[in-house]
């Protein structure tokens, strides 16, 4: 019987087929959905800021994408005995509007920037996205198929 795990904010869960990962709540943070095909196996992080650099306090690291993506992606390769991921990406809305155009208040933009990078550097490919706009997301992630599920309030689903 399936399970539906569920991930909060700064938070990431790996689990396998036939459960299903979900996170609610993707408003700037970004959610990675990142999965072992042979194994069935997944991982689903919710993160919410870009980089730890100017952070003292670091004991909740997968808040932030420098330091949860090398994480959990080495725990899912270890785990799945897989090296080749699969990753698909939903979030990072502007969900406010500034009269400043600084980069510094597009925490949105930048969270999907430093995703970019992290998985580049991992050398993983996103296979889909649905990533900036002005609202909010939901991600549910199928496990046997890879399917993953995008809802934004009054709006159509999409599938990555």
Same mark, same amino acid.
């Given at each position: 019987?399936?399970?539906?795990?569920?991930?909060?904010? +700064?938070?990431?869960?790996?689990?396998? &087929?036939?459960?299903?990962?979900?996170?609610?709540?993707?408003?700037? %943070?970004?959610?990675? &959905?990142?999965?072992?095909?042979?194994?069935?196996?997944? !991982?689903? +992080?919710?993160?919410?800021?870009?980089?730890?650099?100017?952070?003292?306090?670091?004991?909740?690291?997968?808040?932030?994408?420098?330091? &949860?993506?090398?994480?959990?992606?080495?725990?899912?390769?270890?785990?799945?005995?897989?090296?080749? #991921?699969?990753?698909?990406? !939903?979030?990072?809305?502007?969900?406010?509007?500034?009269?400043?155009?600084?980069?510094? #208040?597009?925490?949105?933009?930048?969270?999907?920037?430093?995703?970019?990078? %992290?998985?580049?550097?991992?050398?993983?490919?996103?296979?889909?996205?649905?990533?900036?706009?002005?609202?909010?997301?939901?991600?549910?992630?199928?496990?046997?198929?890879?399917?993953?599920?995008?809802?934004?309030?009054?709006?159509?689903?999409?599938?990555?």
């Amino acid at each position: 019987m399936s399970e539906q795990i569920k991930v909060g904010i +700064s938070d990431y869960k790996l689990t396998t &087929a036939p459960n299903q990962l979900v996170t609610i709540g993707l408003g700037s %943070c970004v959610g990675i &959905a990142l999965y072992a095909p042979k194994a069935k196996m997944g !991982a689903l +992080s919710h993160i919410m800021l870009p980089d730890s650099t100017s952070f003292s306090d670091k004991s909740n690291w997968p808040k932030f994408a420098d330091l &949860a993506l090398p994480k959990i992606v080495d725990e899912l390769r270890e785990t799945a005995k897989e090296e080749k #991921l699969l990753v698909k990406i !939903a979030g990072g809305a502007s969900m406010f509007t500034f009269s400043s155009e600084s980069s510094i #208040l597009q925490i949105g933009q930048r969270n999907i920037e430093a995703v970019r990078t %992290c998985l580049d550097d991992l050398d993983l490919t996103i296979l889909s996205e649905h990533v900036g706009g002005k609202m909010g997301r939901s991600m549910f992630v199928d496990l046997d198929t890879f399917d993953v599920k995008v809802r934004m309030v009054n709006r159509e689903e999409f599938v990555l």
